[in-house]
């Protein structure tokens, strides 16, 4: 089944930009969502088909999407955008769902 | 607004079987999949399954095959999730996630807490 990694951590400064990675066998070819999640809450969608935002989500955080790494970029980082961060594709495969290990974001 | 509302947490020995709901508010509960999607204590997600709440098909990831079963309720808009031969391996947050066939989950259930110890 199709597999997706992510580095286990980031970590950056309030104010600066993270940029969090979902690596993929030719990831690019597909479409790639990234979800936020805080401790103790649901996830919640952040970037849906690579780079669009869905309804409310800010416009610090954008997405990006090529080759074997697709990208979750977070612009003027705040405290509060410290969490988890997933990736998921669609895989036409036995198991079609897939998250990557997710990513925690530290704000320093 | 568009709601996922599931039922409360679970404990179940060891073999024993869980069934988690799901009531969908806000939205025609046909027109959307139903995915169910855990996660253990200080892990990461792990998708589970998905059902079609108009025609009642299921897809199940191969983890889950023999053991997990989805199907809802159309009068009263709400999915349901069993899982059988519980072990403690199982003890996680299951969560039911709105999508459809290659769309993201824009809207989560809470989540529920099923604990299975002896």
């Known amino acids: 089944s199709y597999v997706l990694t992510q580095p286990p951590s980031v970590s950056v400064a309030p104010g600066q930009t993270a940029r969090i990675t979902c690596g993929g066998n030719?990831?690019?070819?597909?479409?790639v969502h990234w979800y936020q999640q805080k401790p103790g809450q649901a996830p919640v969608l952040v970037v849906y088909d690579d780079s669009d935002r869905p309804s409310g989500i800010p416009e610090r955080f954008s997405g990006s999407n090529s080759g074997n790494t697709a990208t979750l970029t977070i612009s003027r980082v705040e405290a509060g955008d410290e969490a988890d961060y997933y990736c998921?594709?669609?895989?036409?495969?036995?198991?079609?769902?897939?998250f990557g290990g997710g990513t925690k974001l530290t704000v320093l | 607004q568009v709601q996922l509302v599931q039922s409360g947490a679970e404990v179940k020995k060891p073999g024993a079987s869980v069934k988690v709901s799901c009531k969908a508010s806000?939205?025609?509960?046909?027109?959307?999949?139903i995915n169910w999607v855990r996660q253990a204590t200080g892990q990461g997600l792990e998708w589970m399954g998905w059902?079609?709440?108009?025609?009642?098909?299921?897809g199940y990831a191969q983890k889950f095959q023999g053991r997990v079963t989805m199907t809802r309720n159309t009068s009263i808009s709400t999915a349901y999730m069993e899982l059988s031969s519980l072990r403690s391996e199982d003890t996680a947050v299951y969560y039911c996630?709105?999508?459809?066939?290659?769309?993201?989950?824009?809207?989560w259930g809470q989540g529920t807490l099923v604990t299975v110890s002896s």
């Open positions: 030719n990831i690019g070819s597909k479409s």
């Open positions: 998921q594709v669609w895989d036409s495969s036995s198991d079609p769902w897939v």
């Open positions: 996630a709105r999508g459809g066939t290659a769309a993201p989950f824009d809207y």
């Open positions: 806000g939205y025609t509960f046909t027109s959307y999949d």
């Open positions: 059902m079609n709440p108009n025609s009642g098909n299921t």
